[in-house]
């Protein structure tokens, strides 16, 4: 016969898919001894019974009496009996948090009777009534459906006859009175009455709390979530302990250690002649917990001792909820602390070094999310402004500079020293210059996964996206947001972790941790500094765990030197067109639209000592490391004049009587030949390069060149030459033979040795599917996850994120943008596709990503998990990545839920 | 030890691998006993070789002297030899066709000394010096590489002294002084000597033949039709025989049965005195075949019996080549004859009949798309003026109409009554009731994926596209081409077979094949009039032997009338977009651009009766048999102003200081906050349903309706609602939720039982990927192609045609474009993915594919692979696609090559 019905004496923690996390935790606590009122728990078992057939199990009335029977056997008072009532809560506890269920049921016991008894054997006839008024309310709202707001109306009302400003000034009179009322009000809102045998008050709570699993909320939540609707959620049944009955009495919650600071020591809240939820609701003012050393030092110790029994045994943070009822200490919860990124490192080591955990195992306890917060320089805001507006934080971090409206406004301030905030409605690749000479970036429009933020975040440059308040007048070059009006030039301050901008400059607090990683923290003797030991320590254990190589996504000398300080062994991704922004656009302007061949080549020549000397700079900051460099990629209508721009001006100086321009003209008439409906879908990557004679040639001809110079140099430059956008073999071997032609003129007229291995990008299904083939002409591959997310799923991270995601984020069509989190089922399949078939095809094959999500920690351990090589992120992410690469190789804990 | 050289007598036709096509054709014919000229063939793994070192296998000429000395001692005469030479020829034959190798020298063993002793052998000294002026020029172009234009003006620089119009006037010191001149040519160009010694020519001849499988163009061909470059090439060397000996000799080919209307009965043609090189020169007329009975009646009568032998035992239509040596018939060569797409028909009906072949493997002798060809009205161009303009024969068939130059024209003229003929530099969405309207679409850019071609292909309208001489001014109206002007009205014919454009009308020939397929053939008594009896006979076998249902694309009663006439069982896709063009667009455009809910649904109610009562026409149309409806699928822009046209009018507008007019202004900015770079990866299909209120409901509602009044009126309807363009499971569920809510709804209000299946398109890579969890909620799949090849390759059918398809055709990157013929590595094997992860999940779910490669041969063929349980294509490809489904299911010939 099925056991519905487990007493804490006979559970566990390992048992939370039966018990819920509350009764496993709280059955796990009995058996290490600790002082648990007793109780019992009532299986998500007999919930899926419940929620199937719409009624209990058949066994379940009978178990729950016999467990009751041996509470009250133990307690040596019945339920609601009337002299000397048993009272005990009910509380639903699902395996995993589960926002939009019924919580919890104190006092069931309580009824016309019981509450005189429990007057009589407390003394205290206004706590027995003040307890009947707050099981009529509980009960009336949460297992009889009552409007909430009902109850709170009558309390007011009762208060206002009474000129009375809260409710502990109502006497017993009042209570008695208003317990008349609730109940009236639940037999008029429901037709049913409050149910006085105390059977049936445990009955009904225990019938509400699973069918709460099915509330309207909670379905969303688990749908959003992807949670099983099949999992069900068990019921809590506990004997009540009281921290109301006066001054020797009282509740709290406390931390193993400082869940803010990490610090060990017991740390937490006590109040006073309180219920635990009255600590919770924030009404009262609560002690720090060490006060409670005074008040009651007995009770204080043995808290201590019980919270060092519980980190020992969970060997991790834990808090718990208690209650003192007239000096004896009882513990209601516990659970597995929440904690600060800074907490999380910082026990994380501590616990190491006291033996707690094994160092691979302190690795687990942090997260590159939280490396990556503690990186970030932070506004002191101690008498700050409020905000002027509030965005989406879609890059972290604090910045402070003048604002700017426009790309080359921004450029020329940065050009002269300033410090500056680049403000657009929203960013197009054209606004890349002034990105780039930005401190911060601020858009009216666009979520996590706009251009801005997406670009932001791989320069690491802070930006705050959708701030929808903000009007944008580009024109009048001021904006408008809370009924200020900033002009150019005005001072603000981004916070980009928290999506706030003030007005003014607010003082930066700068991170201790980018100054360590940034190389300048250690001191001169080797040591590391405190507050970034724990750091130093976790991501040394790091390195040494991991398998998974890191590198970086770098396109400048700078970036490449600061990637290599934060840890990165290479470079992943080179892109060469973000050598083509600025002044240089206008080359490659001229090489797509040139007239003939002559014209053509004369741009082309123009580009190439320019790239020369980029690649140069860039293979000597990463000297001895590999430097994959990507030949050029993006779509055509990037490099040139918006077609709709020229078409208006045209028509406009027609309209005007003004005399054509031939150039203007020409320039309309070639943007419109090449104009493309889905520039993402149109000739770019690799078919470019075998259309525009000479550009694939240039490109190959500027690495080599670089390669020879810094051979001759004395150096090891160690280029890698990635061909993007390729779906068919074909197209590789094509390049291949072009680039060896190339490669092989170079090495003859320098003299040099200039042989470069080439690979391709796969980013595109069909280079995924027959990956098999394109390993036999490929020296290595290279993910590019952003656009094998846009193909495999059909949508461009352009066009759809506002069109749709915040939709489908909220229908649960996805719990995270496939941008950000590698989308496992679809792209990631491919990921596994590929490098079966590329490594069947060619033992040992090198196999790395370079998109956007080899910055992003679950992404990272897929990758590891998948048998890549290396992932490259941008450089403020390699010691993220290398945090989570170490992570990704320790096995999972064998512990049990948490 | 390896044998390199296999003697006629030593082969047979199973091992064209190792002899070639043409020596294991030889040696078949020499087993059964034909009269061929004796010979051997040096094999293709000698080649491979000599490809591999450079060198002959040095067992080679040992083995090459032993053949050549049998040879010799069976002819009683040596290479060579001065009194009496052994002449012989060496050809090149690999096992499949290559053009770009070198083919031929004829007349090897004559140098200055033997041609005196065939001079004196044959009796004819003009002979002897003409045959050795053959062989100086051939070898020396063929093996010594000299120009052969060179040769060519030599003898026209004697042919001018001499005042001779032709070659043959020539007499004997004037061949012996070519010789001369011919031989101090190639020494002065090569530096080399013509060699003397007979086994010399021999083997450099047979070196000159292997060496010829690396020559450009044999290379360029390989790479583009994919044959592996290691396959090489076998050398034929076989005794000369010689047709031109006078009265008594003579060359001809002969067909076993008419290669252009199938008819049994020799066939051919035949050149008395002349070698068969002459014979396909064309230099002089030929006689037909039947004039050899009265010339030679022996040899005729032996040319037909051989002919029967190698019919019989080839079991199919047979070509030979053959000479007759002073009254001795020889073969010389054989081979499996092409045909005309009747003469297919006639024979594979025809030889079942005979009980040939077997009805099964008649199947196989036809192709889908020889039947369309037989389909399609023709010109009857006797008389007819030269081409006013060629372009590439995009949809085929034949059309008469006048030329205008905008849909609106068209539609305009076509509604009067008139046949018009859609004359664009391009065509897009926009066109289409235009293209619907027009007989013919003709423009003047784009090749067969272009939009045009696709959409025409589609709807079976005649096309002609990248008619890139003409330049057409759709401002002034006309069209210019070939120095003609044609302005608008003026009638022109239309050949979308050939594409042709001629000026005027042409006669028509109606199809017989078509007019039987339309049910208009077929005899009162159910007979079948003779010209389409094959076809009838060949059809009804394909659709007994087929496992693939085919069905239709139709969005129209009509169409889909015509599509059931023409065997579809079925409708597979029925687009509802189709039904929101002309008038409706309008409506569509109020839905998108809504200002509000009320303004929405208005549009959508105005939307609903005109959608339901189309679909109930296609219901009817089709009753009995499924018609799968797709919701909405295109990009929101198909439906919406252009925005570079909008902004140019409001520009000019502001320009000339008229006042804002406000809908415009509001038209603009909607379009503008719409607006989609990518409109193919944006806001379209599933997603739209999800994010417009209404829309979905509106259009489940209109089917739902149909069903309803179809099922009132007695009716067998049986609607399959298809989701378009999902990517994630979730979406599916989503719809379908909504779906089912509103069908119960309809249900309720009608008394009727609404319900349909519902399922969902796979047309991305993610629903392939993840067509495990798909099929859990989808009661059948459909294969979109289209949209899967865009995403799967990452291109854009409408933006990279042009752009680089013809480049990627040429370089051997495709052997077709991926739109007209499924791509098996890529797309295919996302389709092979999908249906086993599809019927894993899911055991005896339904699986067609509804993009245009249903009516695809090739593609065919590889949906019946891959396990699909129909196709469904345009209406004019039912039959192809039934046709094409039968020969699929016929298992692939036992015979040796052909």
Redesign the interface.
């Known amino acids: 016969m099925t056991e519905y019905v487990y007493d804490f004496t006979e559970g566990g923690r390992g048992m939370a898919d039966l018990l819920g996390s509350k009764g496993a935790n709280l059955a796990e606590m009995t058996r290490l001894g600790l002082p648990v009122p007793r109780g019992f728990t009532i299986t998500t078992a007999a919930c899926r019974v419940f929620l199937s057939t719409g009624e209990p199990p058949p066994e379940l009335e009978r178990q729950l009496a016999e467990h009751l029977s041996a509470l009250e056997w133990a307690a040596g008072k019945r339920l609601g009996q009337a002299d000397d009532p048993l009272l005990v809560s009910v509380r639903s506890g699902a395996r995993v948090s589960m926002p939009g269920m019924m919580e919890t049921v104190l006092d069931i016991g309580l009824n016309d009777h019981s509450v005189l008894g429990l007057a009589a054997t407390s003394g205290r006839e206004r706590f027995a009534w003040d307890s009947y008024r707050r099981l009529v309310q509980m009960f009336g709202t949460t297992v009889m459906g009552v409007d909430p707001s009902l109850f709170e109306e009558t309390l007011a009302r009762v208060r206002e006859q009474h000129h009375v400003p809260d409710d502990s000034r109502l006497d017993v009179c009042d209570l008695v009175r208003i317990v008349e009322s609730f109940k009236d009000l639940i037999a008029e809102r429901t037709g049913r009455r409050f149910p006085h045998p105390a059977a049936e008050q445990l009955r009904q709570a225990v019938l509400a709390v699973f069918a709460s699993w099915n509330g309207e909320r909670a379905k969303l939540y688990r749908h959003r979530e992807r949670i099983p609707d099949d999992l069900g959620t068990a019921a809590v049944v506990q004997t009540m302990v009281f921290g109301n009955l006066g001054r020797d009495s009282g509740s709290g919650v406390a931390f193993t250690r400082d869940p803010a600071t990490g610090r060990a020591g017991m740390y937490g809240d006590y109040l006073p002649s309180a219920q635990g939820e009255d600590v919770v609701s924030g009404v009262r003012n609560t002690l720090p917990l060490r006060e409670l050393a005074e008040l009651d030092p007995v009770s204080f110790a043995r808290l201590r001792q019980h919270l060092d029994r519980l980190e020992d045994h969970y060997r991790d943070l834990c808090d718990v909820e208690f209650t003192i009822e007239r000096g004896t200490l009882w513990v209601l919860q516990t659970r597995v602390g929440k904690r600060t990124a800074q907490a999380a490192f910082t026990m994380a080591s501590d616990m190491a070094d006291e033996g707690l955990i094994t160092s691979r195992r302190a690795l687990t306890r942090v997260g590159g999310e939280q490396l990556a917060q503690l990186m970030f320089p932070r506004f002191d805001t101690t008498g700050a402004s409020d905000a002027l507006v509030r965005g989406v934080p879609a890059s972290p971090g604090a910045a402070v500079g003048a604002v700017v409206f426009d790309s080359a406004e921004a450029v020329r301030r940065a050009d002269a020293g300033e410090q500056v905030v680049l403000v657009r409605n929203e960013t197009t690749a054209a606004d890349l210059p002034g990105m780039i000479a930005a401190r911060a970036v601020l858009t009216a429009r666009g979520g996590k996964t706009s251009h801005a933020a997406v670009v932001a975040r791989g320069m690491g440059t802070v930006c705050v996206c959708g701030a929808e308040d903000m009007i944008v007048d580009t024109r009048a070059r001021c904006l408008v947001a809370g009924g200020s009006t900033v002009v150019e030039g005005a001072v603000v301050s981004v916070d980009g972790s928290e999506g706030v901008v003030r007005l003014g400059a607010l003082p930066l607090v700068e991170s201790d941790v980018m100054r360590y990683f940034d190389g300048a923290a250690p001191a001169r003797d080797g040591g590391v500094p405190d507050p970034v030991r724990p750091v130093h320590r976790l991501m040394q254990e790091a390195d040494a765990a991991r398998r998974l190589r890191v590198r970086a996504n770098a396109d400048t000398p700078q970036d490449a030197a600061r990637a290599r300080r934060h840890g990165a062994e290479g470079i992943g991704l080179c892109r060469t067109e973000h050598m083509f922004l600025g002044d240089r656009r206008r080359l490659v302007e001229a090489v797509v639209l040139a007239g003939g061949d002559a014209e053509r080549e004369a741009a082309l020549g123009a580009l190439l000592p320019l790239q020369r000397a980029d690649l140069a700079g860039i293979l000597e900051a990463m000297d001895g490391l590999p430097v994959t460099i990507r030949l050029l990629d993006p779509p055509l209508h990037e490099f040139l004049p918006d077609?709709?721009d020229l078409?208006?001006r045209a028509?406009?100086r027609?309209?005007?009587g003004e005399p054509r321009n031939p150039r203007d003209a020409a320039r309309l008439a070639a943007v419109t030949r090449?104009h493309?409906?889905?520039?993402?879908?149109?000739?770019r990557g690799v078919?470019l390069g075998?259309?525009v004679p000479g550009l694939l040639a240039v490109q190959v001809r500027a690495i080599a060149e670089a390669v020879a110079e810094r051979k001759r140099a004395g150096g090891a430059p160690r280029a890698e030459i990635m061909v993007p956008?390729v779906?068919?073999v074909?197209?590789l071997r094509?390049v291949r033979d072009e680039a060896a032609r190339v490669l092989a003129e170079v090495s003859a007229e320098s003299c040099v040795d200039v042989a470069c291995p080439v690979g391709t990008m796969i980013?595109?299904?069909?280079a995924a599917?027959?990956a098999g083939?394109l390993a036999r002409e490929a020296d290595f591959f290279s993910f590019g996850t952003n656009?094998l997310t846009?193909?495999?799923?059909?949508?461009?991270r352009?066009?759809?994120e506002g069109?749709?995601f915040p939709?489908?984020l909220e229908?649960?069509?996805?719990q995270a943008s496939p941008f950000e989190e590698i989308?496992r089922?679809?792209?990631g399949?491919?990921v596994r596709i590929a490098v079966a078939g590329g490594r069947a095809a060619h033992p040992g094959l090198e196999i790395g990503v370079c998109g956007e999500h080899g910055g992003d920690p679950a992404s990272v351990r897929f990758f590891h998990e998948a048998g890549l090589d290396y992932v490259s992120c941008s450089p403020f992410r390699v010691p993220v990545a290398r945090l989570e690469a170490g992570r990704a190789a320790v096995p999972d804990e064998a512990a049990p839920d948490r």
């Open positions: 077609l709709t078409a208006v028509a406009v027609e309209a005007a090449i493309e409906a889905n520039p993402m879908l149109g000739l078919r075998l259309v956008l779906a068919a074909e197209e094509l980013e595109l299904p069909r599917l027959t083939e656009d846009q193909t495999t799923w059909g949508f461009s352009d066009d759809v069109a749709f939709a489908y229908r649960g069509v996805f989308d089922d679809g792209v399949r491919l």
